[in-house]
């Protein structure tokens, strides 16, 4: 498993995280995302026994500093939850979800 497999399945959907069930860090990214009326769809590498390891090491290699969680908008590695956070503080994160928001 490579960057390749790992890019492919974040531009499969908009908005991805890819995260670990026991990571408050990826939990809170994901009701932010809710909450901004975004679904994101989440990856659970530590329930993944096949690939999840590759996925991890992968996202390192990507520049990830965390590996989780690893935040993509619209196939584009937008980074973990310092990244995601400056974005929103700065009025920048929510033109980026706008095509992936649920209409209300």
């Known amino acids: 498993l490579n960057m390749d497999t ?3 399945l974040a531009s499969e ?3 991805v995280i890819f995260s670990k069930s026991s990571c408050c860090l990826c939990y809170a990214v ?3 995302f809710q909450e ?5 769809t989440v990856y659970e590498i530590d329930k993944d026994p096949d690939q999840g390891n590759a996925m991890e090491k992968a996202l390192m290699r ?7 969680p690893a935040v993509f908008i619209g ?6 939850t310092n990244e995601v956070m400056s974005l929103h503080l700065s009025g920048l994160l929510i033109p980026m979800l706008k095509p992936y928001m649920a209409i209300s």
């Open 62 to 68: 990507s520049g990830c500093n965390g590996p989780v």
């Open 36 to 40: 901004l009326g975004v679904n994101p």
């Open 30 to 32: 994901n009701i932010l």
């Open 6 to 8: 790992v890019t492919r």
């Open 75 to 80: 196939g584009k590695l937008v980074g973990s």
């Open 13 to 15: 959907k908009g908005v």
